[in-house]
């Protein structure tokens, strides 16, 4: 029942800007965290960036001060505005979130499909 869609990916010269988005949707009762993560070719998945339900917030040490995450818990809404993008940065980005659903009384993890982040040289 519960579906987290992702938007805002695309290509970008280095030194750009992009917005992602993140909208969970369904029988959601609370959301206890968010978190991006991002994937990049041969290599492992990293946790880019997270916020708690106390919007305490933390970064990988490669962009902080470049992007910044947020939420809108109205809408269930997750997004990561990312400046000043490198080649580095490229990579298919995730949108998790840590739930509990109105048919559950634990929490548990969910993921969005990925968004491709390109940025070239």
């Known amino acids: 029942q519960v579906q987290l869609v992702e938007s805002g990916g695309g290509l970008v010269q280095a030194g750009g800007s992009l917005r992602l988005s993140c909208v969970a949707s369904?029988?959601?009762?609370?959301?206890?965290?968010w978190n991006w993560y991002r994937q990049a070719p041969g290599l492992q998945r990293e946790l880019v960036a997270g916020?708690?339900?106390?919007?305490?917030?933390h970064y990988l040490e490669p962009v902080k001060g470049r992007f910044t995450i947020s939420r809108d818990n109205s809408k269930n809404t997750l997004s990561l505005q990312m400046n000043s993008l490198k080649p580095e940065d490229t990579a298919v980005y995730y949108c998790?979130?840590?739930?509990?659903?109105?048919?559950?009384?634990?929490?548990?993890?969910?993921w969005g499909q990925g968004t491709q982040v390109t940025v070239s040289s």
């Open positions: 369904g029988s959601i009762f609370s959301i206890n965290a």
């Open positions: 916020i708690t339900h106390d919007n305490d917030t």
């Open positions: 998790n979130a840590d739930l509990m659903t109105r048919r559950s009384y634990c929490y548990s993890d969910y």
